[in-house]
């Protein structure tokens, strides 16, 4: 998706900065939290600071946000995108609401995730 592409409505991106401790996972496809077994809840996460005993991750419905993410340390950062639905059974990744506070249009998906499509910011 280029840079003047609009974002689509049942996608949602997360941008991975050049420095996250996830990057190489995230180079792969794989979505690690913070910690996956962590008691943060999906308020607390959104509020900020407690990303590394988190089980959750953030996503937005608007890839410009998932861009300046993964452009906020440099070059070298990726994006990640998932369609929007429900898990299949026996999935260990949920979906989770996110109050929008910061106005990033904020989803949340808790656990651990593979099959990610890259894309370069």
Do not use: C
């Not at 898990?87 to 656990?111: H, I, K, N, Y």
């Amino acid at each position: 998706m280029g840079k003047n592409e609009a974002s689509e409505p049942d996608l949602v991106y997360r941008g991975v900065h050049a420095r996250h401790p996830a990057l190489d996972a995230a180079r792969q496809g794989t979505v690690v939290p913070g910690n996956e077994q962590g008691s943060v809840t999906a308020a607390e996460h959104n509020l900020g600071g407690y990303s590394a005993d988190s089980p959750f991750t953030s996503w937005t419905h608007d890839v410009e946000v998932a861009r300046a993410y993964a452009n906020s340390t440099g070059h070298g950062g990726v994006i990640l995108k998932l369609p929007v639905g429900r898990p299949p059974a026996g999935a260990t990744w949920s979906w989770e609401f996110s109050p929008d506070v910061w106005l990033e249009d904020e989803v949340l998906l808790r656990g651990f995730r593979s099959g990610a499509e890259v894309m370069l910011p």
